[in-house]
Structure formats: structure tokens, C-alpha cells
DNA sequence: CTTCCATCCGATAGTAACTATCATGGAAGT
DNA sequence: ACTTCCATGATAGTTACTATCGGATGGAAG
């Protein structure tokens, strides 16, 4: 609305860029007591002192401590890459296709960011009141991958067909996903094939 | 072990049914609380106090507030009916035949009961808090089920297609229910039609 | 460079869901 | 009747989170 927000795109201010430090002090301190002591051992007041806020500050960039973990940009990504296929693909071979793809993004993160990833996926399947959070992302993702396959199908995102589509879909691969919860020392890319499988034999109709 | 337990099964003794009576009490209390004035307007404190015992005796009952909404005993009794379906029947044939059979349960129902139901559910799906913990029933509900499945196909249950059927039939009944969430007074059994419909896309092998 | 405003932050106080512990009184076995 | 067991209540404490308020600071206008 102002003349300070209709050159937007430039660099950000200090006032935004502080935020922005803060933020990622925050949740690095968070990332690194968690590792060392694990979720539960870990406080908002001690991830606080930590970053060198206080724990009112920690309130105001996350809502809950779950939130510190939660933040995912697999979803969108993987969305992303699954509307950019070619449009003659069925959505069931598109969906497979951008499997695909989304593993080698994840084979080119560094070390770090890989073992980054993993203790956040670990977490997110292992530490029940983060877990349980993790519904809303779900149900997040169920949204927009509605809309996308909706979009791909020619029908509306409504359509009986496409939300059943996009549940059976999530559904597999949650399942798919879930012996991470017993082995959270392994990577979540591990279980690409195993989520393609599965599609697969969504695509034959689920035999048995 | 000892020689009371082995006559288990007659008349559970005065202590046994003081418990089950304390239990019926908090959960009774409770939920009428919630009807009047929602969740979170009804704290442990005042349940307790409505159901007349301590606090401390509120959590020995239930681990967690969610848990006095979450007890749901339709899961098993689904479970159940699908075992009990012929067995010339695929998964898919017994699944829908199973639904259909459940919804006469409902019907059979008490006013108060079903009312009761509605709230439970409404609640389930519409509390944050609740919800968030109800994905432990998924889960739950998820590996009783494989189980079933895998003994009518004569698999393990932990075979890739087995599990593979179970998540996508549990995924597909999530989202075919998910209009709950936008209006709660309408009851579960109204959607067992819409159900049946999203699983006979799955048997079709989900045309779009 | 100053003034003024929006907003970011820290401090404080408070709430509510749990947890741990211990003494007591009543039920159950002998 | 006596003792063992166990459900209960009381108490104190922890932790996640909320509300509020005064002070510091960045940013725009004069």
C-alpha cells in the first residue's frame, strides 16, 4: 500500500533481514539441541537461550515448537515438479515420473542438509506430538494435489474421482513410508521404489 | 497368576466395577461439558470436578484430555464384520460389503447414542488437538486391518500389495469423510454412500 | 539530522495440561 | 481379624503457551 511496499523485490531492509536472521538462528539452535539431547529434552527456554532470544521471541517466529521441525518444502516441491509433466501422461504415470525426478533433487543436498532432512523426517515420524501435527500438512498437501490433478484431469477439484484419486494416492504412500517409524536412521529417498511399487499396483487395480 | 484371575470372567468384584463406574462417570461428565461449552471451555479441573473425583484421578483414567473423546470402538467392530464376509468375496467385494452391514449397526442406534456418536465424531474431526491425535487410531486401525486383509489373501502381512490395498482403502474412506469438517452436524453414516463409491473407482483401478 | 510512528523485543504474570510422590482409607486374600 | 494391595486425593512442580506493557529501534517525512 505505501511507497515502501511498491518497490518490494529489492533488497529487503534491515528490519526483514534481521527477522530473517533470527529466524534461522532459531531454528538451528533448535535443530542442534534436538540432536544433542533429542526432542523432549530440549525446552522452548533452553532453544531460547540458546539463539540468544527470549522465549517470547521464539512464540512470535513459531507458533508451536512443533512448528521448528515441521516446515517442509517436499509437498510443494513434489507438486511443482508433478504439474510440470507432460500433460499426455495419465496422472497416476506423472505422479511416478516426478518421484522420480524429486529423488535426484534430493541426491545433490549436501551432507549437511541430508542429515538435516533426516533428523527431520525422523522426527516428524517418531516424536508423537509432532506427528500428530503433521496431520495439517497432510491434509495441506491433500488440498493443493487436488487442485493440480483437477486441473490435469479437466475436472472440477470436487469431483468424487479426483479426491478419491489424490486419497488413494497419499494413502500409499504413507504406508509406503511407514517403516521409517521403525528405522529412523534411514532416508526418506530410500523408499522411492517401494512408493513406486505400490503405485504401480494402484494402477493394476490392487491385486492380490 | 493368581487364583483370583483364574476365575476371571464371573462378576468382576466391587473394585472392578467401582472403576468401570468412575470411568463411565469422567467420560459422561466430560462429554456433557463439551456439548455445552465446547472443548476448550471445559478444562480438566472443571470435568473432574463435575464427575466428582480429583484431577489426579482424571489422568489415571485417561492418559490425555483428547483420549476421553478419542475411545471409538467402530474400528474394531468394522474389522470384525469385514473378517466375518465370505470368503469368495476379493478384499475390495468384502471391504464395500462390510460398510453396507455397518451402517445397519448405526441405524440401530439410540437417539442419545447417535447423538453422542455425532459429537465424538464432530469433535474428531473439527478440534485441533483431537484430531491431531487421532492419526494414532489411523495408524492403529491401519495395522489390524492389514492383518485381515492379509489373512484373507493368504499373505503376510507385511506384503508390499497388502499393504498397499490398506492404505489406499483407508486413504480413499479419509477423504470421501472429509466434508465432516466443514459442516459437523451432519452424522458419518451419510457418507457411507459416497464411500462405496470412491472404492468402486478403486476397484476400477481409478479412472480419471 | 531530528522527529515521529510503526513495530519488534524482552519482561512479567498467568493459565492449563500434564507428572511425580506420598499418605490414607478401603477392598481383597488368608 | 490381619495384612497386603491398590485406588484415591493432595501437593508441588514442569512445560508449553498467552496476554500485556514499556522500552528500544528501524524507517519514512520534514
Redesign the pocket.
Known sequence: M???EAIEGRSP????R??AK?RAAIQQAAMRLFRERGY?G????DIAEAA??????F???F????DVVLRDDYDELLLEVFLAQPPDLTPLQAARAALHSIGGVADALSPEERELERLRMAMTFTVPEVRARWINELVRAFRTLAEGVAARAGRPADDVRVRTFVGAVIGVMLVAMEPLVEDPTREWTEFLPAIDEALGYLEQGLPL
Request: proline share 7%; hydrophobic share 20%; glycine share 4%.
Open positions: 505505501t511507497s515502501s531492509g534491515l528490519r526483514e534481521k527477522k533470527t523432549d530440549a525446552t522452548v527456554e540468544e532470544v527470549s522465549p517470547s521471541t512464540f512470535r517466529y507458533p508451536t515448537k512443533e
